[in-house]
DNA sequence: CGCAATATTGACCACTCTCAATGAGGGTGG
DNA sequence: CCACCCTCATTGAGAGTGGTCAATATTGCG
């Protein structure tokens, strides 16, 4: 968030690139040849503004996409106009991985504010990893990862309650924007408060009285977008606590 | 599927590589030579039963497996002894995809009734696939796949009520069943109704309560574990209704 | 400046959970 | 083979969390 400054194109094509090849590669071994390789097939894509759509539920699946500045929401759209939210996708997030196999998304992508964002083929993204085993491998990685993150949120969703949930939602977001670099204290959340609610499967007005609570409790500072997170241990103990949950399956 | 009668190990063996080789096979082009390579890596186990575990969170991760008969559910064991069940999985399906990121099992898959598990050296497959491409293909869409399928049980969570969870659940059944070749109006369900709730994110009473409102509404027939789906089209029909949700958000 | 979208707050209500009691199977041991 | 026990399922009554409806800020944008 510090001193980054996006100034032409150019740079908007170097950083974004870079930043791609760290989610695509951070944990692999890869030698400057294959990495070289792989940076030649993203692409950088112009800036997006708020309410741009990155692709839309049909559409044939083309590319992954990686967030480099800004946020992005993934949703499922239904017939009668309303959504289920599936993720906010913040810096050095991908998109897309559940587009693979029907060939086509089946869920829309909305950029929440102006975005820098990378595509990459998938083709491309699939040829390259038959002759890079690192790059496959990092392929199953990612894929395996997005599923692990969906099951937490299934558990989130089936067992914990309205408090419980954005309190998980905040940390969520303190430390992803973390380990990208940015304040885990003190961030803006891009996505408005139906948005939250949607997502987390609560009404607006739940989510509003909960972060009235949330700061009458003195866990956190919010005005508007703008939230700080005062104590994160207790917010950390708001998510554990009530899950003492009844609802024990004996084994047989 | 039809004839299919399990006598020996022997046939066991035979029909458990055939069955995962379907599941991981189907849509793809394989040549009988890379069947064969294929078919060599994947290993029957002994038949399983109820309450045993292929593996519990924390595990090494080593294989994946394939459900050849009966069925398996797998959950995420919280501290206090709770447990949110994340699936349910009948034959032909594949489990274990969430361990690939950490090498490690975040979930425990215990089987519900007595069954026949095919496993698969990761490692093995994996190598394979370097030298298979439509092997990687297929790979990749059975993880795009599972992401597709927890993404749509988020928005069952999310936005549906009990009644809709549930017509939803037993439609899902329904229809996987018959895809496999067995009834889709008429089966048993392995898993009991605490679990069913617990993946639902429902109390097992609320699940009780409803089995017998939908019996009395001539949707389904229900006795103990046997179930009898007496009208799929208004069983899907519960399950759109009330999906007029207020939860729009409007574009901007 | 004014309208529209977003947030907040309150009152009320409903869906579902919790608690509790009863009934029905299924397995084990006498 | 039956009795007993334990788990599972069902049903009822009451309570609580969170949704719905509605009114009122507040903000942002044209």
Do not use: W
Request: net charge negative; proline share 3%; glycine share 6%.
């Amino acid at each position: 968030m510090s001193d980054r400054k996006v100034i032409s194109f150019e740079n908007i094509k170097i950083a974004c690139k870079s930043c791609s090849l760290v989610t695509l590669c951070l944990p692999m071994g890869l030698d400057p040849e294959d990495m070289d390789r792989l940076d030649r097939i993203i692409k950088r894509s112009r800036p997006l503004h708020r309410g741009d759509h990155l692709f839309r539920e049909g559409d044939a699946f083309q590319c992954l996409y990686i967030v480099k500045t800004g946020s992005v929401k993934t949703y499922a759209p239904s017939e009668d106009g309303g959504e289920q939210v599936l993720g906010f996708h913040l810096p050095g997030e991908l998109i897309g991985l559940d587009a693979i196999e029907n060939a086509s998304h089946n869920c829309s992508a909305k950029v929440l504010e102006t975005s820098a964002i990378c595509e990459i083929p998938f083709s491309h993204l699939e040829e390259l990893s038959i002759s890079m085993p690192s790059l496959q491998h990092q392929m199953y990685r990612l894929l395996s990862r997005e599923i692990s993150q969906d099951e937490s949120m299934l558990t989130l969703l089936g067992k914990n309650n309205a408090e419980e949930r954005l309190a998980a939602f905040l940390l969520s977001l303190s430390g992803r924007f973390k380990r990208r670099g940015f304040s885990p204290y003190d961030f803006y959340l891009s996505m408005s408060r139906h948005e939250i609610g949607n997502y987390l499967g609560l009404a607006v007005e739940t989510v509003s009285r909960l972060f009235t609570r949330f700061q009458e409790e003195g866990l956190l500072e919010v005005e508007r977008k703008h939230i700080q997170l005062l104590d994160l241990q207790r917010l950390e103990s708001v998510v554990k606590r009530s899950s003492s949950d009844t609802n024990q399956i004996q084994s047989t």
